[in-house]
């Protein structure tokens, strides 16, 4: 069974963002980037597949500019077999990056996709939904559980107010949630594999995608902040101003 | 023409608030709005949503391959119907963010999730960077397909509103997946996104055994929701569906009591919008406090049941 794994290259989790001045985004350059952590989770997922036998190959696939290659190396150390970057400029939206993913898997016929939920960056929660859809396969979203049983897959998923089993047939897109499992550390012997590995470039016109964007952001601010309050001595005053001032009990 | 439908929350008996949230940011948007109830036996939940003020037609599908809320059925659904809209809405949640996706794609439209204002017929504001940026983005695609963040828009009334209901024919069961079990954490307690009042506790709390012996009795009192911080659920003290914050729920109470929590970004980002919140922290300098209306320094395994005692006087 081949698995193809999507992954995004996003600001690193522990940075904090700031809104450029001219609101025309967020800062990004001289910024840590990382692999979206939902991401890292999904080729986890992969490669313990592999371990267990159930899988053959792992293909990961990142859509964006050069720089993205660092991060499929990163993917490549900790266990995928080879990599795709799809390389464009153009700033990608979730639509336009399950165009490209279905292109690939048109090309890969992968039995497995997994992706992230979402990007901590956009966080926008589509993209999964969206290949599985091009290409007419069942999707298991939220995943905390993954369980392979021949041609098709369980998979018990994260809703509001608790869990949920389904069963889909294969071929399918499966998407992470936090805890389907805990990525491992890449070691410095898997750094230096993942440099002799595979990794394939190609372009959206190759691909005959149109990824032009349907979205035009017009303005990004920063949110209003609140105001710190104040601190009380104990709780009785704590009671007092929640029952007088702030009249919520 | 704003034609809009709403894609309602629902157990097939009655309507989730979530509906009504979404009802609220339709009603920015100005025009006729249906609902839809895509269910199984679900005809009191369709009875229900035309009750809502301001819903024009409910339409029902009520089939047993939708019962179970399944994407692939529901998408098939929503596709057949969606052409005869201007704008598309589903609350953000589970259920939304799973189907609508997969709606979009089908129609090559790029939603746009999780608005938290709506600006005009096609500019909306929503949330990224886990609320660490609003971005205003214009959509140009002729069919608005759009989630919404249920804490941003005050819920309508559910009832005061008389909308005709109307059946609809669903297209046949997809095959491609099907439904399992279903685990819901049983709890006397409010949902913790729909409560008012929140005490949530993070990895000060020490154990689960804590959050059972010293917050829930805080709970009980003031008849809240329990929630926690990603630490608490990543420590293993309770379960994740407790979780508030960028990677858990999004809540916005009247009154949230944060305890034992020192307030990373991932956690502010999922309250920080509340009414009032209050913060109960051994730690003067976590950055809980600078969120807080009302902060307590001190020892929680003394202040929280001084507190319960405080509120029974």
Known sequence: MKVLVGIKRVVDFNVKVRVKADGSGVETANVKMSMNPFDEIAVEEAVRLKESGAATEIVVVSCGPLACQETLRTALAIGADRAILVETQVELQPLAVAKLLKAVCLKEQPTLVILGKQAIDDDANQTGQMLSALMGWPQATFASKLKMEGEKAQVTREVDGGLETISIKLPAVVTTDLRLNEPRYVTLPNIMKAKKKTLENLKPEALGVDVSPRLSTLKVVEPGKRKAGVKVADVKALVEKLRNDAKVL | ?313
Request: no cysteine; proline share 4%.
């Open chain 2, 1 to 313: 023409m704003t034609q809009i439908l709403v894609v309602a929350e629902h157990d097939n008996k009655t309507i989730k608030k979530a509906t009504l949230n979404t009802v609220a940011a339709a009603q920015k948007l100005g025009g006729e709005i249906h609902v839809l109830i895509a269910g199984h036996q679900a005809g009191e939940a369709a009875k229900a949503a035309a009750q809502i003020p301001g819903v024009k037609k409910v339409l029902l599908a009520d089939a047993p391959h939708l019962g179970e809320f399944l994407a692939e059925n529901v998408a098939a659904l929503l596709v057949q119907i969606a052409k005869n809209y201007s704008h598309v809405l589903a609350p953000a949640t589970s259920n939304g963010k799973n189907v609508m996706p997969r709606v979009a794609a089908l129609l090559d439209v790029q939603q746009i999730s999780d608005i938290s204002a709506v600006e005009s017929a096609d500019t909306f504001v929503r949330p990224i960077y886990a609320g660490n940026a609003l971005a205003t983005v214009k959509s140009k695609d002729s069919i608005k397909i759009i989630t919404v963040r249920t804490t941003a828009f005050d819920a309508v009334p559910a009832t005061g509103g008389n909308g005709t209901v109307e059946t609809v024919q669903a297209p046949a069961d997809s095959g491609l997946s099907s439904f399992v079990t279903r685990e819901v954490s049983k709890s006397e307690r409010p949902e913790l996104t729909a409560a008012k009042i929140i005490v949530s506790g993070g990895r000060g709390m020490g154990s689960g055994d804590n959050f059972t012996k010293v917050l829930e009795p805080l709970a009980d009192k003031l008849g809240a929701a329990m929630g926690a911080s990603r630490a608490a659920v990543d420590a293993g003290f309770v379960p994740n569906d407790w979780q508030v914050g960028q990677t858990g729920k999004i809540v916005a109470p009247d009154l949230y009591v944060a305890v034992g929590i020192s307030g990373a970004i991932q956690h502010l980002a999922g309250m920080k919008d509340s009414r009032v919140i209050v913060a109960i922290n051994k730690d003067e300098e976590a950055p809980i406090f600078q969120v807080a209306d009302f902060g307590v320094v001190g020892d929680l395994f003394q202040l929280v049941p001084s507190l319960v005692e405080e509120l029974k006087k």
